[in-house]
Each structure stands twice: as structure tokens, then as C-alpha cells.
């Protein structure tokens, strides 16, 4: 499943622009503020009917227009028409026509992987951010830990209302066996699907040919026998705090660089490519689950990369069997013998094994 | 709020009434009360009288908690049943739905809710106290708890458990979950199914298993 064909319609900063894709990796060009990110923004609203910027809807419309649209030609089994029509107010996505009301397996059927280092904060986020991401990654593959995730919060609220209003230890005690008969399922499962991220890192370290070491680690205080001692035992901090110190909603997910934490020792660049692989991996783990690959999109993808890293990049992209959408305001060599399209905003540059022909398809950014 | 301009007092105040039933909107409400005028008188007095008696002739049983006219309820009166066995359920309204399927010859406690401190109800709230003498004064084999499948039902049931867990010659069991008789798998949600699938039970020729 692949894009084959973006247009926009007064979106951002574009009044009528286009990118036809092709199913392998596909290069976006052009300067800073030329509506690169548009693009993908165009593609992320598409699937999930809000931007990634946090942008409310009168940001999206094209200046002095009222109104403006995405449409989005995918091909399954058979073509798909996505399309977003959306003015200062909301925004209504189609489907082949068909309004989409239900998002839950909307996500399923288009599934989508996205990175930017301007808005999904990965490396540089807070533990809470990448808490969010590995827990949103565990939901997608197994759907069903969600609603145990649900009980586990509302246990985890009923204790601290119970000590909020001095019930008695028994009452205390249920509802500590709840949280921990819940989160000990979650801890499980999520110690497991890290196991699986870091056989997949490997796996792509490997591939990138980078000689680093890192892996993915959950600090989860909460899978000891102990546990349950712990909640009793931190009762009256937990009271004097106004929340549950411990648990699957507080884990630290670190990214450790040779053992100590990345952001510490590791060049912008390995951080790149670390980023990278993590997103690779991600695909890789929906396409285990979910079986379909996602659509990869990296925002500024090449940044820090000095060009012997980037080739290596494009040769591990080139090797993925999905689809890639990656922007970048500047490219040294992408290499003759690897099958990467690019395209230039402003006037269009296609380079399919490394020949060049030249094109007007996108219109200079207004 | 709909305004009741022109119309008359009293059937502004019928209106007003009615839509504070639930399932009622105002437009429902002053459908109803036209129609309640267009009856007859005597039908009307009917109902009034009907609406008069209920909490007058009605209340819950003394013993189980359950709707009862006197202060005994019919289940609790039948010596026909198995006194030895108490279900334990959470409102009286899932005695009705469970004495529907018309398969337990037990008898029931209504809790009159379940543990929520977040909604203010605490052990003190429910009849456990009751359900203690119960077990106290009278010979119990086993309670059932049929208590919802939520947080809050699952953290009752819990507490039940706990509870009584000591009192002598008392088996302590958890009504099943799964799918539904005569559901389809493909409507089933994954987290029904992942628990129908890590609950499942051995086959015993007829499909059902018996505790």
C-alpha cells in the first residue's frame, strides 16, 4: 500500500501544489519555509484528522482563502481517494466519497510512521514523551492492552481518591491488587516489545552499517514480587504528593548510547541515526503485528548526517519495502546505483537511477 | 428548557414532571401529558393512584435487599430454593435480569452499588455488614459474586473475597466472562476475546463445564 499522488489546495503556504510518489523512497527538496513539512503534514492529517504541529485549523488555510484540501490517491488493491476538506473551523475527511466517522481502524488501514525533529521530541522529549511513544506502540500492536491500561488508571485514581479520603488499609489493599494484578500484564508485555525493538535495532545497526551500540531501557520499579509492599509502603508519600510515584504510567524509557544515556555522549548526527532506526524498527514491529508496512515519513531526515552517513541511509531506505517520504533542504549525493526519486519544490528534479529530467510540477511557495 | 408559555398551569407542571424522568424530553414530556388529557378521567386516577402507592406499598427486602411489597421479597420467602447458595449482585434490578434466564435456584444479596471512592461510596455505603450476618446466622456454601466486569465491580468482588474468605464451609466463585451464547467472534471486542481465550475452560464433551 502506497501514496502515488499528493495535492494540495490552499493548504499552508501552497495555493495548488502536487507530488507524484513512486512506491520505493521518495526525496522532497527544497529551501527552508518552501512548505516541505506541508506535505507530510498534508499526509499526517489525512490519516488522523489533526496536525502534528498543534496548529489550530484557521493555521492550516492558504492566506486570504477561506477554504482548503488534501487529496491523497493510495493504491491497495485497488486505488483509494483520501480526501480532507477543511476551512477555518473543522476539517471533514472522505474516504472513496464516504465521510469517515470511526478513527479506530482508520489507523489499522493506513498505517503511517512519522518523525520530526521539530515536533515529536524523541530524543531531546522528556521520559514522558517516549513513555507516550512506546505505549502507543504497544496499543498498536496489541490493541486489547488498552482497555487493560484503562483499568489500570481508573484503579490506580479510585486509591489515590481512597487515600485522599483516609479509607481503611483493606479498602487500600483492593485496589493496590488491582493496579498490581493489571500493570504486572502491561510491565510484561512491555518489557517484551522493548526485546523485540532492540533485536530489531540491532538488526538495523547492522544494516546501517554504523559501528554504535545502543539499545532501549524501561526503569520499571514495579515487577518485584515487592511491588504490592511498595504501594503500601509509599502510601503516605503517595498521599502527600496527590499521586502514584510507581507503575507502568510512570516507567522512564531511556535510550542508552554505549551503556550511559545518548543524549550525554552521542553527536547530533549518531542521534539522527539512532532516531532513524528507531523508526525503522517501528516499522518493522507494525509490519509484525499488523502485517502492513507503514508509509515512513522523516521530516529533515538528512539533518546532521555528513554524506558518508547519508549514503548509508539512502541504502538502507532503498532496501525498505514500504514506502518513504523524506524532506531536506540540501542533498550532496544520492549515488547512481540507488533508486530514489527527488523532487524539488519550486521546479521538479525526478531522479530515477540517477537520470535526471526536469519538471514544473510544484509551484513556488506563495 | 422549553417555555410553557400559554399553557395552562397545571400541565406546565405535569410537563415539568415528567421530563425529569429519564429517557424523557420535554417534547416527550408534553406529548405525554396531552395525551394524559385526552384520556379518560377515571384512567388518569389510575395511574395517579398507581404512581401514589409505589413507594408506599413498595420497599426492599429486609433480608436480601431486593424490591419486596412486604418486608420479605418473594425469593427470600420461597422455601423451595437453595438458601445455602447467595448471589451477590450489585443492584436489585440484576435480581430481574438474572431471574430471567431462570437457571439459579439460589438466593440473592443486593449490594446497592459498588466500590467507588471517586463517586464517594465507600464499604460503609453497602450492605456488607448485612451480608456478614447472613453468613453469620445462617449455613452458606457458596456466594457467588455477580458483581459487573469493571474496575470498580472486578475491586468489589475483590473485596467480598477477602473478606469472607475465612468464614467456614463457604466456597467463594466469580461468574464467568467471555462471549456471549450465540455471539458471533467477529463482533466480539479483542479484549473480550483476549480474555475469553486466556480464561478458556476444558472441554467437557457438551461444551459447557460445571464448576
Known sequence: MFVQHIFLKNFRCHKHASWPLQQGVNLLIGPNGSGKTSFLEAVFIAVYGHSFRQSKTPDLVHFNEEEFQIDLQWLRYGPLHLQVKGNKKNIIRTLQGKKITIKKDFLRSFPIVFDSTVTSRFIDGTPNDRRKWLDALLFLCKPHLKHVYQNYLRAMMQRQRALRYNHHRDMLLIWESQMVEMGKVLSLEKIQLIEKINEKLADEMLCLNANVQFELAVDQNNLNEDWLNQLKNNRDSDKKLGRTQFGPHADKLSILFYGKDIRSIASRGQQKLVTIAIRLAECALRDYYQKSLPLLMLDDGLESLDSDYQYLLFQRLNLYLGQVLLTTPSVRDIGDDLRIQSYTIGESVSAVDGNVKRSSIMERAA | ?211
Open chain 2, 1 to 211: 428548557m422549553l417555555s410553557y408559555e400559554g399553557v395552562p398551569a397545571p400541565l406546565a407542571h405535569l410537563i415539568e414532571q415528567l421530563s425529569g424522568l429519564p429517557g424523557i424530553g420535554p417534547k416527550s414530556a408534553m406529548r405525554l401529558g396531552l395525551n394524559l388529557l385526552a384520556k379518560e378521567p377515571t384512567q388518569v386516577q389510575q395511574l395517579a393512584s398507581a404512581l401514589a402507592e409505589l413507594h408506599q406499598s413498595m420497599g426492599f427486602c429486609e433480608v436480601c435487599g431486593c424490591f419486596s411489597e412486604h418486608n420479605h421479597c418473594l425469593i427470600c420467602n420461597d422455601h423451595r430454593r437453595d438458601h445455602r447458595v447467595i448471589c451477590v449482585v450489585e443492584q436489585p434490578v440484576d435480581v430481574l435480569m438474572l431471574e430471567r434466564s431462570k437457571t439459579f435456584s439460589g438466593v440473592y444479596h443486593v449490594l446497592h452499588g459498588r466500590l467507588s471512592p471517586m463517586d464517594g461510596v465507600g464499604e460503609s455505603q453497602l450492605t456488607f455488614a448485612a451480608l456478614a450476618m447472613r453468613l453469620a446466622q445462617k449455613d452458606v456454601a457458596e456466594l457467588i459474586l455477580a458483581t459487573s466486569a469493571t474496575v470498580d465491580g472486578e475491586a468489589t468482588a475483590h473485596y467480598i473475597s477477602q473478606r469472607f474468605h475465612a468464614v467456614p464451609g463457604v466456597n467463594i466463585s466469580r461468574i464467568a466472562r467471555g462471549v456471549p451464547e450465540g455471539g458471533e467472534l467477529e463482533y466480539v471486542d479483542e479484549y473480550t476475546l483476549a480474555r475469553a481465550l486466556s480464561q478458556r475452560t476444558r472441554w467437557q464433551g457438551s461444551g459447557t463445564n460445571v464448576l
